[in-house]
């Protein structure tokens, strides 16, 4: 049964559980749950992170916590009971760990491991501060760590900054909105410092003076390395200050043995010293630690013999520097010790020993020796900050080691009260000793004792440094054979203070003799006493003592005999006559110095302290003691504080009348002495004094006397430092006073209390009276008054004492309220004045409320007088947030209402206008950067801000009600109405406070609506009706907007739980705020005309804030304004066009989403409803929906990683949107410039240029100014238009569209000439020329078309269910074209057929492509028909202005004719117009019209008999024109193409299908199209005749036998077509020749489309079938059902050759008839696998492509097909074995067999994946795949002519081997290719040599399209690849610049440089051992070796392809079966047939 849980509610998982039983809740690990029930060992509840969804879990994976309850039952809450750090950390983990994966993510490593490392700290303090075990320092210490580490992880992320108070989160209700925003500072600055933060915000105005941190230096001693001294030495290390050249601390003595480790065995590991009170001061100075190494032992180091060895002696050895300058940076960055090793150096004269480390330190070299090693004393050192006490805490290791503190000399900065010392420190400077009738000086040894009065011996009164325990008697170094020894060396005294008096030391000099005996001999002494017998001790000088002679028999037992002798000369001068007969005589020529330093607490060396302490003995001198009272040192003062203030309240007692006025004096200057930060400390010890000690009972009435009599005296004095001293003093004196009268009262049981009281009221009178004086004129006044002032709030509180909280408040009134006006005092007064109200406000009396009621009105007074007039405004902020602060704690204990009231009343007026002010200066600072920094500006905003809002969040709904009722007249209600609004919009645009300052920005937002709310009832009540002002409303609503709009409130953004965290505690504010603007419009009546259209943008943007109800509130508005303007104007015509205008920007920013689009619609759609003007505002609203969706796209565009292609499109949509549907010409403009920068960027010149056309045609050639606009300046229309067409021309121009340009440059002339400009004509004419230079002679691309569907409802708007037209790039082919929309649309599916789509793809929600390449319809057929236009003009006209484009689609209709397919081959042809011709202003235009037709077989078969003629017409008429120069190459290939394919059956076909009986007689209406037929083959046989003729004009003697067979071949054509058609007998004379016709030859003609004539390499579109699709294509056709009777493999592998090129041959719609036999002079150019070589010389002579290809009767009798090798390289052509030709084909010596076999075994080269699609063979870049590159130019090398480009062509020679002819398929190949190809490809014409096909067609493209290949599909011009730069003309006349390619320039330009391809190196390396032959190779053959020809026939097409009627011969369009899939053929060849090739081979060339 499940019970309520009582204890348990709450608990964290300790172990995952994955819910896996009915209504288990997932939990994951450390989830924290809340219980709600437990059932047996289960509990029911809730995780933390999903609060709601229950569920239930096992209780043993839960770990139980302590937790507080609040409303139990169903809604109750549950926060755990732990450190409320504990918990922030937990929460601030979870938060972080999201934060910092995706650092990862973001490649912001750096901070990820940070973090990581930061993470992992506070896990491990969180650990220790749950431990429990800390003591509370530590668990203090574990806070602020963590504090510090959140900050910085905090600040880091970007998250919030936390406000804390002692390390906790504070409740921003609990406190003012002004500590809240200086415990933001505080915690902003403390992620900078990692100092403890300061537990109460500090107070700026006390003068407390900042402690001095002292500093330590903690050394350690490691060891002493320096082994080679073998004796005990004494090691003593000091600091010393370079420029004083003085020691500045004690010495720190280490003792080591012979080994270099301490002599004491205990102290290994702990021979350490802190020398100590380092003040800052001391770290600047240049400081060395000094190491002086002392030896215990002989005489000599060296020297055996030089003393006894059991006498030991302190000798010198050497010495060790370290510049603390040098280390100091280094020790201060780590908190650990840090090595260091010194080298100790050796005297070279033990004279100069004293000054040793000053010779090392300045580097005098010659005055010591370096050590032979690099080893000496290793010492570690550590910088400790703080006072001692904090050093112990916070380093207890470093005490633990017993370490010996190294004191100063002296005083530290800061004497603190409890530190007793007596010291004495005593130097041995010098002596100078007489030489006593030795022959040697001496070895002198001092010895030192203190002694008592009595003689005795003082036990442990000698430290010869810490570190090493007191002794008894100190015996110094001895320097050897020196008489005059400078010893140096320093002893601490540490004598008690009792024995000080009366002792005395005596120093004892002796000779060690070096002798056997090795005594030490007495032979004199020197003494001093401690104390003068004035009683005051040494001085701190140097003295110069008395040598009295003496020997070792003296004696020293009766000390009184020798202390009554002088011990020195001043002790002489005091004594002078001394009797000579004493036992002790002095040695007037020996002395000996010492010098002294005390530094004690208990003695004194000031003989006026002295006398003041004992002043009774001095009755008379008192008067002057006194006076001399402040010449003693404030160090003597404080150390006898006590005893000094004593006896000056004793003197005080004695006699008040006489010395009243001196002891005040006194008493004043010593509490101003303690004012000093070095006496500070002893401010303790001096209250002490007063609570404890003090007994003066009657000092107060003097007190008071002295203090009114000098404040009385203060108008009067001219010199006033007396009177400041004393109001400085004026705390401590207070202290004293009451202190006394407490006293006083306590003896007398109260008595004299009213005189008291009246004289402090008197007292304070005269305080007025000083304050109320006139400062102006006097200096000295000023800073009197300044004295008062700044003590005065110290005196509160002794007044407490004493008097009421009344009383004493009555008192501080009166006095503040006598100070002038801030007018009549100086800004130094002001300061020091707000300063004293600033303590005012900040002291125990204002805690009291009784008091602040008294005090408020005259502390408000100043401030207000202040702010007014915009003073010292940083200080008065700082007053008010004091007081906000207490009257906030007050407000939680008691009522504040009264006080409150008197704020409002006062301040919130000014503190507006205060606010404006600032705000608009700090507006104005930021444009100039003016006086003050921006932090100060910014600083003082905040405060004022924190200020107003305080004072807001205390004001009540009765305060609001009296402020508002107490305005006299709107006009005043107004003015404070525009203020409050003013300063609330400014506080949301300015953003005062920081972005992470979240909590401060949702209170200030909280409060400005509560705010708001207030004041808009009153908004409504008096500025509706009548009074309605204009102002005030626009003010409302533009900060409601502003509100609403801010991005702290956006809690979208936020993560869910802070999302979570605002709601709860504030709720949505913009949704508060959105009905409060709601029905503050509604309440507006028919004023609201007035906001329209100015609200609407503001209104729009705030109906795009995400918040689903805050748009339901605003959306309606809009229907309200179009109604009221309706009404107003019977239209809405302003609403319209403003929030089009303002959608548009707001859009663009990034505002507005899909559903705020439907709710826009929808919302207005049913309010629209109901009007009378529903039509205009339905079409308002669906335009504006429509306008949104296209801005929607557009912006999605923009902002994702969208292509150029998106982009564009989205523009041009929604620039044509503006345009058409809304006509908004400006938005409109914009988009222009948006399109054209885009188009810019990606490089489409052209298309920039029609763009900004559209702007160019709306301007006039007018002198109309225009106005600034986008980046133009204000200018005359005529200008602007002028620089428009200059920048499209100079567009034009980069995208090579000079046709384009030319009409511009010819409208620009004609407005120069109009205007005589005529230096803009020239230039203008100049620029016109240089276009037509450029037509004729610069090389350009023609571009590629495809048409693309886009299908589904998952593409954007703008291209949904829409078929466009996309002009291509350069060089992109269909499959590249394909991949860039599929990566475009990642998520799209391509479709593999083209058929149009139906419904259930439309409505889809997905994205389908159809894409297949269309073949252009030039407009302007005109000039494309003129036989002399030159190409490269015709060839623009082809691919321009283009509208429409075709697709032809080849197909059967009715039974198919198995002998002849042409019977019932139709076309299907698709025409697409498009709404603009291409190019345009984008690179892609939606088709607008389709039109499908049907064309049948014989309407095609007249397509392409006339387009062959057209062709022929052409190519003749050139040479008949002499436009094509000496090579007759191409006229020979063309005709031969014809003739050939004639002769192969190509005519004949037609014959057959359509001259047939039983055709004439089906298909009666034909009739005319047959005549029409018959005499279009007359015609050619009419046009090859006159060819023939020129032909033999121009041909080579050495191709006589090529025109012999063509004259054969022709009569052999014509003899066939003779019984078809009559009149074919006449012959051209050319053709009458004899000619030996052949057997089984079939004449192939190539059927080509009419437009094949106008577009040249036109080609099908998705082209998978080779030219299956394609009107041009060619199609095989042959007597044989077979339809390819070769197959031309491309540069990829067998197998998929073998399939592919099946598909190539078959093109039905313009099927040229193969010939089986004879190559096509096409061929050459285009086919692979057909082999032509022109040879010049040597060996062959021709060898005719016709060889290549296989009689068509051999495969379709059924024989065998021919099998291709395995390994054969796919571009050999291969030829198969038998055939019944009549002739052998021409086949090379055998010789050449065995290159052919090694090209054979050449590895395939694969480029791209669909061959069929793209023949590999051609890169991206149209270049040849590099081995082909290479091979060709190994073997064209040396053939090359002169390639001086100056030359004719026929210059140069006919026949040397040109490339292209050789190369076509694969390389860079002129343009010439038939229409009818294999597939596109992005590459323009380049101008062709001579020789190739089409190098001088005037422009009947259709050169070899149709027929011109017997038996192969032509490829397209993507055979070709692309020379960069035109060659140089040769001969203007001719139609294309000659580019003869067999030029030097011909072969690099296009091809190199070389890029090898894996395969290549291979290839090279066989190609090396063949010799390269001069003469051409066969043209045909790609790239295999020059000298081996093709080896076999092609092979037949399998029936092997599944979408293939063999039968046929036929591709028939199969939609599902669209795109093949390749497959390797890998069949042997068998040996028989490639014998049966040999044979042929070599019978042809018998033959030849």
Not at 871 to 897: A, R
């Amino acid at each position: 049964m499940w019970s309520p849980t009582e204890e348990e509610k709450y608990g964290v998982v300790i172990c995952s559980f994955r819910g896996a039983v009915p209504q288990g809740l997932v939990l994951e690990l450390g989830e924290t749950v809340q219980i709600l029930e437990k059932c047996e060992g289960w509990y029911r509840g809730v995780s933390i992170k999903k609060p709601n969804v229950k569920g239930i879990f096992p209780a043993n994976y839960i770990h139980l916590k302590k937790a507080i309850v609040s409303n139990r039952g169903q809604y109750e809450t549950v926060v755990p009971l732990e450190d409320s750090v504990v918990t922030e950390v937990t929460a601030t983990l979870q938060e972080w760990a999201v934060l910092w994966k995706q650092l990862y993510v973001k490649h912001k490593v750096d901070l990820f491991y940070k973090l990581r490392h930061v993470m992992n700290e506070l896990i491990d303090l969180r650990r220790q501060l749950l431990s429990g075990h800390l003591t509370q320092d530590q668990v203090r210490e574990v806070k602020r760590h963590l504090t510090v580490r959140l900050d910085w992880g905090n600040e880091h992320l970007g998250l919030d900054l936390v406000p804390r108070k002692d390390f906790e989160v504070v409740d921003s209700d609990q406190i003012s909105v002004s500590d809240l925003y200086k415990m933001h500072l505080s915690s902003r600055h403390s992620v900078q410092q990692s100092t403890s933060q300061v537990d109460t915000i500090r107070q700026r105005h006390g003068d407390a003076c900042r402690m001095p941190v002292p500093h330590h230096f903690f050394l350690s001693l490691k060891s002493f390395t320096y082994n080679t001294i073998g004796e005990d030495t004494d090691v003593f290390f000091s600091l010393y200050d370079v420029r004083e050249g003085k020691q500045i601390s004690e010495r720190f003595m280490v003792r080591l043995n012979k080994n270099g480790g301490p002599r004491n065995p205990e102290k290994i590991d702990r021979m350490c010293a802190l020398f100590t009170d380092l003040s800052s001061k001391d770290m600047k100075r240049d400081l060395y630690i000094v190491a002086h190494v002392i030896r215990i032992g002989r005489m000599l180091l060296n020297d055996s013999k030089k003393g006894p060895p059991h006498l030991h002696y302190r000798r010198p050895y050497g010495c060790a520097v370290l510049s603390i300058m040098d280390v100091l940076q280094s020790i201060s960055e780590i908190k650990e010790e840090k090595d260091f090793v010194l080298k100790v150096y050796t005297c070279n004269n033990e004279n100069e020993w004293c000054q040793i480390h000053e010779n090392i330190i300045r580097k005098s070299s010659t005055k010591y020796t370096a050590p032979s090693s690099n080893y000496g004393l290793i010492i570690s050192l550590q910088l400790l900050r703080g006072d001692m006490e904090q050093v112990r805490r916070e380093n207890p290791m470093i005490f633990n080691r017993g370490v010996s503190v190294t004191r100063k000399l002296g005083f530290p900065d800061v004497i603190m009260p409890g530190d007793i010392r007596n010291d004495l420190y005593l130097t041995l400077e010098k002596g100078d000793f007489e030489r006593g009738g030795k022959s040697v000086q001496k070895n002198i040894e001092v010895t030192m004792y203190v002694l008592y009065a009595d003689g005795e011996i003082l036990k442990d009164c000698i430290s010869l440094g810490s570190g090493e325990p007191s002794r008894s008697a100190y015996h110094s170094f001895v320097l050897y054979h020196n008489n005059s020894p400078r010893w140096g060396e320093i002893i601490k005294l540490p004598i008690p203070i009792d024995r000080f008096r009366g002792s005395h030391l005596r120093f004892e000099f002796r000779h060690c003799s070096t002798k056997d005996k090795g005594e030490k001999k007495l032979f004199g002494f020197a003494f001093t006493p401690l104390m003068r017998d004035d009683g005051t001790t040494l001085s701190d000088d140097i003295h110069e003592l008395y040598v009295y002679k003496c020997d070792e028999n003296s004696t020293f037992n009766n000390h009184a005999l020798y202390l009554g002798l002088p011990c020195c000369k001043e002790d002489y001068n005091g004594c002078p006559n001394i009797p000579s007969s004493l036992i002790f005589q002095r040695s007037t020529k020996e002395s000996f110095s010492v010098s002294t330093q005390l530094s004690s607490t208990k003695l004194t060396q000031n003989v006026d302290l002295l006398a003041l302490l004992k002043w009774k003995a001095y009755p008379d001198r008192v008067m002057d003691i006194l006076g001399r009272l402040r010449h003693v040192s404030g160090e003597e003062i404080v150390k006898f504080l006590q005893d000094i203030l004593d006896t000056l309240f004793v003197v005080l007692d004695d006699n008040t009348e006489k010395y009243g006025l001196l002891v005040f004096q006194s008493l004043v200057f010593i509490i101003n002495l303690l004012r000093d930060s070095k006496y500070f400390h002893f401010r303790p010890v001096m209250d002490t004094y007063i609570q404890k000690h003090f007994a003066g009972a009657l000092a107060y009435k003097e007190l008071i006397r002295c203090l009114k009599w000098y404040m009385d005296r203060s108008a009067e004095l001219v010199r006033q430092d007396h009177i400041q001293e004393a109001m400085r003093a004026l705390e401590y004196l207070f202290k004293f006073i009451v202190q006394s009268r407490i006293l006083y009262s306590r003896a007398t049981c109260g008595m004299e209390e009213e005189q008291f009281r009246s004289s402090i009221q008197e007292l304070f009178q005269s305080i007025r009276f000083v304050l109320s004086l006139d400062s102006r004129s006097s200096e000295t006044l000023i800073f009197t008054q300044a004295a008062l002032l700044n003590s005065f709030p110290a005196i509160f509180d002794e007044l407490l004492q004493m008097f009421t909280v009344q009383e004493v408040a009555e008192f501080v009134r009166g006095t503040l309220g006598s100070m002038p006006s801030t007018v009549h005092i100086g800004q130094s007064m002001d300061v020091v004045k707000l300063q004293s109200i600033a303590r005012t406000v900040d002291s125990r009396l204002f805690s009291f409320s009784e008091s602040r009621r008294i005090l408020l009105p005259v502390v408000l007074h100043h401030i207000h007088l202040h702010l007014r007039q915009q003073k010292e405004l940083l200080i008065c902020s700082g007053i008010l947030s004091s007081i906000f602060s207490i009257i906030k704690t007050s407000s939680l204990e008691g009522d504040v209402v009264e006080e409150v009231e008197m704020m409002v009343e006062s301040l919130l007026d000014v503190l507006l206008q205060t606010l404006l002010t600032i705000m608009s200066k700090s507006q104005s600072q930021e444009a100039v950067r003016g006086q003050r920094c921006p932090q100060c500006t910014a600083e003082i905003t905040g405060e004022y801000v924190s200020c107003l809002l305080s004072l807001l969040r205390q004001m009540s709904d009765t305060h609001f009600q009296h402020l508002l009722d107490n305005f006299q007249s709107k006009d005043e209600l107004k003015e404070f109405l525009l203020k409050i609004f003013c300063v609330f919009r400014n506080l949301m645009k300015m953003s005062v406070f920081p972005r992470d300052w979240m909590v401060m920005r949702l209170l200030t937002s909280n409060i400005i609506v509560t705010t708001v709310q207030y004041l808009s009832s009153a908004l409504h009540k008096n500025f509706t009706e009548t009074d309605f002002d204009f102002k005030v409303w626009n003010s409302y609503f533009s900060l409601a907007v502003l509100f609403i709009n801010q991005p702290s409130l956006q809690l979208e953004n936020a993560t869910p739980a802070k999302r979570k965290k605002i709601l709860d505690k504030y709720g949505d504010m913009r949704v508060m705020m959105a009905y409060e603007l709601f029905s503050m419009w509604q309440n507006l009546g028919e004023h609201k005309i007035h906001f329209i259209p100015g609200m609407i943008g503001p209104f729009l943007g705030v109906t795009l804030v995400p918040q689903p109800e805050v748009r339901n509130i605003m959306i309606p508005i809009f229907h309200d304004m179009m109604d009221w303007e309706q009404r107003k104007n019977g239209n809405f015509k302003q609403v319209e066009a403003e929030l089009i205008d303002k959608l548009d920007s707001l859009v663009s920013e990034g505002k507005g989403d899909e559903n705020y689009r439907e709710l826009f619609s929808l919302l207005l759609l049913e309010k629209i409803e109901q009007e009378t003007w529903r039509e205009t505002g339905i079409s308002f609203v669906t335009s504006v929906t429509r306008l949104m969706e296209r801005l929607l796209d557009y912006r999605d565009c923009m902002k994702g990683d969208e292509t150029e292609n998106k982009k564009i499109g989205c523009t041009v949509n929604l620039m044509n949107f503006y345009k058409s549907e809304i006509n908004k010409e400006e938005m409109y403009i914009r988009y222009i410039h948006k399109l054209c920068d885009m188009h810019l960027q990606a490089e489409n010149y052209t298309e920039a240029a029609f763009t900004l056309l559209l702007y160019c045609e709306l301007l006039q050639w007018e002198d109309r100014p225009l106005r600034e606009f986008l980046h133009y300046p204000s200018q005359s229309e005529w200008q602007r238009k002028e620089g428009l067409c200059r920048k499209i021309i100079h567009y034009f121009n980069k995208g090579k569209s000079w046709e384009f340009g030319i009409p511009l440059c010819r409208e620009l002339a004609m407005q120069y000439e109009s205007l005589y400009d005529y230096q803009s004509l020239s230039w203008i004419r100049k620029m016109e020329a240089t276009y037509y230079d450029n037509i004729m002679e610069q090389q350009r691309l023609e571009p590629e078309f495809f048409r693309v569907g886009f299908y589904g409802r998952k593409f954007p708007f703008f291209l949904r269910n829409k078929e466009y037209v996309c002009r291509g790039h350069d060089y992109e082919r269909l499959e590249a074209f394909q991949q860039r929309m599929l990566s475009e649309f990642p998520q799209a599916i391509a479709m593999q057929h083209p058929n149009h789509p139906d419904d259930s793809i439309l409505q889809c929600d997905a994205q389908y492509l159809q894409i297949y390449a269309v073949t252009p319809i030039p407009d302007n057929i005109d000039v494309l028909q003129m036989d002399r236009v030159p190409d490269r003009i015709k060839s623009f006209y082809r691919v321009n202005n283009i509208r429409k484009f075709r697709y032809d689609r080849p197909f059967h209709k009715g039974p198919k004719d198995k002998d002849n397919e042409f019977k019932s081959l139709w076309i299907e042809r698709t025409t697409l117009t498009l709404t603009h011709s291409l190019p345009g202003i984008s690179r892609w235009f939606e088709v607008e019209r389709r039109e499908l037709v049907e064309v049948s077989p014989l309407e095609n078969a007249i397509q392409v008999v006339e387009n062959k003629n057209q062709e022929l017409r052409t190519l003749i008429s050139q040479y008949q024109h002499k436009q094509m120069h000496g090579n007759i190459n191409l006229l020979s290939m063309c005709l031969n193409g014809v003739i050939d394919a004639a002769v192969n059956g190509g005519i004949a076909r037609y014959q057959e299908a359509f001259f047939d009986k039983d055709y004439i007689t089906k298909h009666p209406g034909d009739a005319e199209k047959i005549t029409q037929l018959k005499e279009l083959m007359q015609e050619q046989v009419h046009v090859l005749g006159v060819g023939l003729a020129v032909h033999e004009k121009f041909v080579h003697p050495e191709m006589r036998p090529l025109h012999k067979k063509l004259i054969d071949q022709f009569q052999m054509m014509r003899s066939s077509l003779y019984h078809e058609l009559p009149g074919l007998d006449k012959l051209s004379p050319a053709c009458s020749g004899s000619s030996t016709p052949r057997s089984n030859v079939l004449v192939s003609h190539g059927p080509m489309s009419p437009e094949s004539i106008k577009l040249l390499h036109r080609h099908s579109p998705l082209n998978l079938l080779g030219s299956v699709r394609h009107s041009s294509s060619s199609l095989s056709s042959h007597t044989s059902s077979e339809t390819g009777n070769l197959v031309i493999l491309t540069d990829s592998s067998v197998g998929e050759a073998a399939e592919e090129m099946y598909h190539m041959q078959a093109s039905p719609s313009t099927s040229s008839l193969s010939s089986t036999h004879s190559a096509p002079s096409q061929m050459i150019n285009s086919a692979p696998s057909s082999a032509r070589v022109l040879v010049k010389g040597g060996g062959l002579t021709t060898l005719e492509a016709e060889a290549l290809y296989l009689p068509t009767e051999q495969i379709q009798h059924g024989r065998q097909p021919c099998k291709l090798p395995h390994a054969a390289p796919t571009n050999v052509p291969h030829l198969c074995p038998g055939g019944t030709t009549s002739r052998g084909s021409p086949s090379l010596p055998d010789k050449y067999r065995h290159t052919r076999e090694l090209m054979m075994l050449l590895p395939t080269h694969r480029d791209r994946p669909s061959s069929a699609m793209y023949p590999a063979a051609i890169m991206e870049n149209g270049q040849p795949p590099n081995f082909q590159r290479a091979l060709m130019q190994q073997m064209i090398g040396p053939c090359k002519p002169c390639s001086d480009p100056n030359l004719s062509v026929a210059e140069k020679g006919h026949y040397s081997l040109h490339f292209d002819a050789f190369h076509h398929q694969l390389s860079d190949a002129p343009p010439a290719l038939p229409a009818r190809t294999l597939r596109k490809s992005p590459l323009h014409p380049i101008p062709a040599s001579p020789t190739s096909p089409q190098s001088g067609l005037d422009g009947s493209n259709s050169t070899l399209s149709g027929s011109a290949s017997s038996g192969v599909s032509s490829l397209s011009e993507s055979n070709f690849g692309h020379s960069s730069e035109p060659p140089p003309r040769t001969d203007t006349m001719d139609s294309v610049p000659s580019q003869a390619w067999n030029t030097d320039e011909d072969l690099e330009t296009p091809y190199l440089p070389v890029r090898y391809s894996l395969s290549e190196p291979d290839v090279l390396e066989t190609l090396k051992s063949q010799p390269c032959r001069s003469h051409s190779a066969p043209s045909g053959v790609i790239p295999q070796d020059t000298l081996d020809p093709p080896a076999l026939p092609p092979k037949p097409y399998h029936s092997r392809l599944p979408n293939i009627e063999n039968e046929e011969g036929m591709i028939i369009e199969d939609d599902d079966k669209h795109r093949q899939l390749h497959r390797k053929v890998s069949q042997p060849v068998s040996g028989g047939k490639e014998e049966q090739a040999r044979v042929a081979w070599e019978h042809g060339i018998s033959e030849q």
